[in-house]
């Protein structure tokens, strides 16, 4: 029988080695790739097109696919995911309508992602006709996107306290005046870390983008929102698919791409929550 | 003024429909397209036949090999995402100093925001041929390594709910059993493990979801194999992967191939719906008890 002192201590140990092998392994795992692809990161290789021989091979078509898709799905998911927010926080009533919508969203946020593909191939890929282009994987990420983007702007919408809105209110200002010129500026911080987060996410996905069709080989840059594409993750699945040891480099090199980017919109979020909670204080 | 208001209303309302509008079209067009599937291929064959080889000259559609390795690489991915994930919640919230917490917790979260296509690298180039050295006989693809992964990538997940769920239960009971002479070990796994059950329940429940769906990690370090086995070192074959290979290939709209990518999402869709609501309901039943 052991003691429960020494039950204690094991299990403290056992914390410990839990969280520093976790930590570990995120070490390993990037130290190997930047072993791997750092000597492949050169101009060249962010500015050359797809090609079958590996050491020719670039990312220019994916990285300007990714960043297409990133804005694009920005500028589209932004207005609508903020705009239900703000809808079912603050003019939701307790009826069964909003009850359904709030279930519905938990539930949407729980759906995998490669499911969203299958909706974005039926929808606006074959029944919109907009083929395999990138409004196509764009407004795929969107509805994908569009239920951590409505929880986040709730959640900052519900941290501005009453008391700002009920002043407003005695000053004789409308729901929406209150809305706009008070609310709104109050959690704006909250909303936009959510929102950058959500990006963040969506630039990382694969599988919906594979299967609305978006290629894997595309020989040219994107001109307009209607021209086929690739993105980055894509680009990576591709070359990691190969038995050739030179175009697993090439993938170890895109993948720190697609990391600086993805690390970058994630500091930048933590960033603002920081400032955000620090400046306002209520 | 009026007017704008209500405008105003309306015009958000109907971004908080789009939502619903989403919902349904998901039902819909898996319901449509299965059910194309279904005239062609009878739903006994498609649930009890152990061959999956739409793509083959020798057709035969049955899902069970899809759903065997499903069930293989999500059960791995559990199996370490699960433990790991609440000895750290538990570790954190009962043990670790203020300063400690602030260092893992943020370290942690960067597992999860790393794209699940580099995970598939690491499965393939790092955790594959590790695991060789020990198992000689694991193929180049496998059931094993993707889902070990996808457990690692799920820890974060399990950690950051069952850790909300340990801090949510009050202080007062933690004070007692202190207050009683219980060890910091004795009061968390008597008192504030118990007492967080629910929200510990509900964080395995959406993990197990979370690798049901996840796609890329099997996609690329599994093996496209569908394969009726429990045998995680051998190429097997998950739902979702079947989907990517499909549509990754020139398969013509409207044959029965393209109908088995909506068959197989329908059955993932069911699956993880299920789990969803299953913890929804767990969530609205035993939330309040604190408040």
Known sequence: MLSSRYKDKLFQGMGITASVSCLLILVIFLGFIIYQGVDRLSWDFLINLPSRFADRAGIYTAWIGTLWIMVLTASISFPIGVGAGIYLEEYGKKNWLNKILEINIANLAGVPSIIYGLLGLEVFVRIMKMGNSILAGALTLTLLILPIIIVSTREALRAVPPSLKAASEALGASKWQTIWHQILPASFGGILTGFILAISRAVGETAPLIVIGALAYVPFVPRSPLDEFTVLPIQIFNWVSRPQHEFVINAAAAIIVLLVITFALNGVAVYMRHRWQKKIQW | ?291
């Not at chain 2, 050295?133 to 690692?152: K, T």
């Not at chain 2, 801090?167 to 207050?179: E, K």
């Not at chain 2, 996840?214 to 051998?234: C, K, N, Y």
């Open chain 2, 1 to 291: 003024m009026r007017i704008k208001e209500k405008v105003i209303e309306k015009i958000l309302a109907v971004c908080a429909l789009l939502t619903v509008l989403t919902t349904v079209g998901i039902i819909l067009i898996l319901l449509v397209e299965a059910v194309g599937f279904f005239r062609e291929v009878s739903i006994i064959e498609f649930l009890t036949e152990t061959q999956w080889t739409p793509l083959f000259t020798q057709k035969s559609y049955g899902i069970l090999p899809l759903l065997a390795g499903t069930f293989l690489t999500s059960a791995i991915a559990i199996s370490v995402a699960l433990p790991t994930g609440l000895i750290i919640a538990v570790y954190l919230n009962e043990y670790a100093s203020k300063r400690m917490k602030n260092i893992v917790k943020p370290l942690l979260e960067v597992l999860a925001v790393v794209p699940t296509v580099v995970y598939g690298f690491f499965a393939l180039m790092i955790v594959t041929p590790f695991l060789k050295m020990f198992i000689p006989e694991l193929s180049g693809f496998n059931a094993l390594s993707p889902g070990i992964v996808m457990g690692i990538m799920i820890i974060p997940f399990v950690s950051s709910l069952s850790e909300d769920a340990l801090s949510s239960v009050p202080g007062s009971l933690r004070q007692a059993a202190f207050g009683m002479g219980s060890t910091k070990f004795q009061t968390a796994f008597r008192v504030m493990i118990p007492a967080a059950s629910s929200g510990i329940i509900v964080s395995a429940i959406l993990a197990i979801s979370r690798a049901i769906g996840e796609t890329m990690i099997v996609a690329i370090a599994a093996g496209h194999q569908a394969r009726f086995t429990l045998d995680p070192t051998v190429p097997i074959e998950t739902i979702t992967a079947y989907i990517v290979q499909i549509t990754m290939g020139d398969v013509p709209y409207g044959t029965l191939a393209y109908k088995t990518i909506f068959a197989a999402g329908i059955t993932l869709f069911i699956f993880t719906f299920i789990l969803n609501n299953i913890s929804f309901w767990i969530r609205s039943r035993y939330q309040q008890k604190y408040e």
